[in-house]
């Protein structure tokens, strides 16, 4: 193929053309010149990833603004649960709409409009789930319902719990990792739920292997298999009461986990202020 023919095609085995022409021993590789190459994917984009904010508008609106102090986001990926336990949904559901977002729905979610039974639920999450469905509007509960289960983007798969069982299935097991990994077919899965940071990959065909993310240390993607899950930002229970999230940037392909504080006491006097339950305003300082 001639480099004019190549040029005009722009891709020859895979690899993008025009430009200087490299040989080695078998392939003919044409480069483009660096500020020729397009981004990956469909576009650079900041992507501010969070989970389970819980109604907790203290840290979500920490999380916003800490995002902006690492470089900015262009949307807002939510991984489902913005809703119940906090005292604040519909604050938290008006600040994820003012942005560009991308959003599925938890098993809060479903349960404060009244799509998931509250039986399934632990008395205090009942409780809290009651009270956050007599807050909402039509247009907020309108706005949950439109949001699917499972998102494909890119190569990224969402959903809150797992691509197994979006509502329920918590990943915490290398056995639900490893039927994780077997229910999604591009790159990578983020997911939330356990409001527990981490980046899972699998190991042989079998098993996996979770790892606690480095805050602040840009992860390469490449184009290994990963299920990440960004921590919680409104109820985190890895121990840490810092709300929980993460940035993928597409240009390099990286996610980078952060943790922020924000002001927890705010949070606990609005909840006795709307008398939810004790044992769920006291875990948010232990981060349980
Ligand atoms: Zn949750």
């Known amino acids: 193929m001639s480099a004019y023919l190549a040029s005009t095609l722009g891709l020859i085995e895979g690899v993008l053309v025009i430009g200087s022409i490299v040989n080695d021993s078998t392939v003919v590789y044409y480069r483009l010149a660096t500020e020729q190459i397009p981004a990956r994917g469909p576009k650079v984009l900041n992507a501010l990833i969070v989970s389970d904010v819980h109604s907790n508008i203290e840290a979500f609106q920490s999380v916003v603004n800490d995002a902006d ?70 247009d907020e509960r309108n706005f949950l319902d439109r949001q699917p289960q499972i998102i494909e983007e890119g190569e990224f798969v969402m959903c809150h719990g797992s691509p197994r069982d979006p509502v329920w299935e918590y990943v915490v097991s290398i056995t639900a990792a490893v039927a994780s990994f077997n229910h999604f077919d591009t790159y990578r899965c983020l997911l939330g739920h356990s409001h527990i940071p981490f980046i899972c990959r699998p190991k042989g065909d079998d098993s996996a292997e979770f790892q606690t993310p480095q805050f602040g240390v840009p992860l390469p993607l490449n184009s290994d298999r990963m299920i990440i899950n960004p921590g919680g930002v409104g109820q985190p229970r890895d121990g840490d009461p810092r709300a929980s999230y993460a940035i993928y940037d597409s240009e390099p392909e990286t996610v980078t986990h952060y943790r922020v504080d924000y002001d927890i006491k705010t949070t606990q006097d609005k909840m006795r202020e709307h008398k939810l339950p004790e044992f769920l305003i006291e875990r948010l300082e232990f981060g349980k």
């Not at 994820?96 to 979610?109: C, E, M, R, T, W």
């Not at 009244?114 to 999450?125: T, V």
């Open 69 to 138: 102090r690492h470089g900015g986001f262009d949307e807002i990926w939510s991984l489902g649960d913005l809703i119940g336990y906090g005292p604040d949904p519909s604050a938290v559901i008006g600040l994820l709409g003012q942005h560009k977002h991308k959003a599925v729905i938890g098993n809060h979610d479903l349960a404060s409009i009244g799509k998931l039974s509250l039986e399934a639920f632990n008395p205090y999450a009942k409780e809290a789930n009651l009270w956050t469905g007599r807050q909402l509007t039509s």
